[in-house]
């Protein structure tokens, strides 16, 4: 029993570490090619912005998810949102879509993705992507996971991509 208990207290101390180290950490950790990996830092993306939400309010969330250090360049690790009817209402990482109605485009595979992001968010689930890497234009696999906002019309994603060498 004492044994449990060490390795319970060991498993719990290292999981609040995980938390406590925040943003920071997760960006700091070098990006790579490992889809677990880069799943993971995906989860973590979208718990953290999510306690964020909670901690500052909707509003100043978005703002700091537009900076450093909520956004990466490696991985292209970033927040993104779209309303369940596939109207794309936040995007760091592409700002440019924001405003569109996103609802009939696909991946390379024909996986229509804000239908993803809506499924993502209300089952708690990662999803994959195939598309062209915005810098290198090879195909690149996408991770994305996302929760439904307290109004109940708008998604938001943590995704990010798989580096390209």
Known sequence: MRHFIF??????????AVRADGIDALHARSAG?????LQRDVELLRDLAQSHIDSVG???????????????????????GVTKTGISWFD????????????????????????????????????????PHPRTGQAAQGVHSCFMLADGQRVLCAGAFEDIN
């Not at 390795?7 to 609040?16: A, V």
């Open 58 to 80: 909707l509003v100043q969330a978005l703002n700091d998810f537009m900076a450093s250090p909520w956004s990466r360049d490696a991985n292209g690790l970033h927040i993104w």
């Open 92 to 131: 760091a990482g592409h700002p440019e879509v924001v405003g569109l109605d996103v609802s009939q485009m696909s991946d390379l595979e024909g996986r229509m993705w804000a239908n993803l992001a809506t499924l993502s968010a209300a089952k708690n689930s990662v999803f994959t992507l195939l598309f």
């Open 7 to 16: 390795i319970l207290s060991l498993f719990l101390s290292i999981s609040g």
């Open 33 to 37: 090619a490992e889809m677990a990996m």
